[in-house]
């Protein structure tokens, strides 16, 4: 899903590469034309269930790269999932992992109304200056991912959440650090080929369901 975004882009190419056979949900087919994937046109922000039902019916799994590229965009990553979710359940399909970020995990909402005020994962320049600055300037997108974050806490699928720090445009090394439940101590960035090498690998996890992955270099 999203996979035109920075994350779901690489998480398309690497699953094509693995030979992976591929749905693609998107705003805009056109961009996928050249790709050896069947594409659904669907615009996540107002999902249309028949469409997102087609797209996911008879897949083992669905990767979401879903999440605001601006202030006004944000919202779209929990009515997206939402809406992805009940086409999911309506198709019989339970695996599903996503991207969040690593700063929610201490974001209030109405499914954790009384996080902690630190990661535990988080030094001491993280928790007193990185991630308050993170906060104070992404406070919607987190507030999105962390209402995103409890659909899928009250849903019955399985599935994982990974939380990257600050995404980089780097190559994939497929040697980045990961901690469960907490973000990893240090960690500061991750590219985005990284996060989405991750998201593929716990697909065959078991232990990674119902779970949150830190991920970081």
Not at 91 to 98: E, F, N, Q, T
């Amino acid at each position: 899903m999203a996979a035109t975004g920075g994350v779901g882009s690489q998480i398309l190419a690497q699953a094509v590469a693995a030979g992976h056979e591929v749905t693609a949900v998107v705003r805009s087919p056109a961009k996928l034309a050249d790709l050896p994937v069947r594409v659904v046109a669907s615009d996540l922000a107002a999902a249309d269930p028949a469409a997102l039902r087609s797209a996911v019916l008879g897949a083992d799994a669905v990767l979401s790269g879903l999440g605001a590229r601006t202030a006004a965009e944000a919202g779209v990553a929990s009515r997206g999932t939402r809406a992805l979710l009940e086409a999911m359940q309506a198709a019989g399909v339970r695996r599903i992992v996503v991207v969040s970020a690593a700063s929610v995990g201490t974001v209030p909402s109405p499914g954790r109304p009384n996080p902690p005020r630190h990661n535990p994962g988080d030094g001491f320049f993280m928790r007193h200056l990185a991630a308050p600055l993170a906060k104070a300037a992404f406070r919607r997108h987190y507030a999105d991912l962390a209402l995103m974050e409890d659909a899928l806490r009250e849903s019955d699928l399985d599935w994982t959440v990974a939380r990257p720090p600050r995404l980089l445009n780097t190559r994939l090394t497929g040697t980045y650090r990961t901690a469960y439940e907490q973000n990893v101590r240090a960690g500061m960035f991750i590219s985005r080929a990284d996060v989405a090498h991750l998201m593929l690998d716990v697909l065959g996890r078991p232990e990674t369901i119902h779970r949150v992955i830190g991920i970081a270099n």
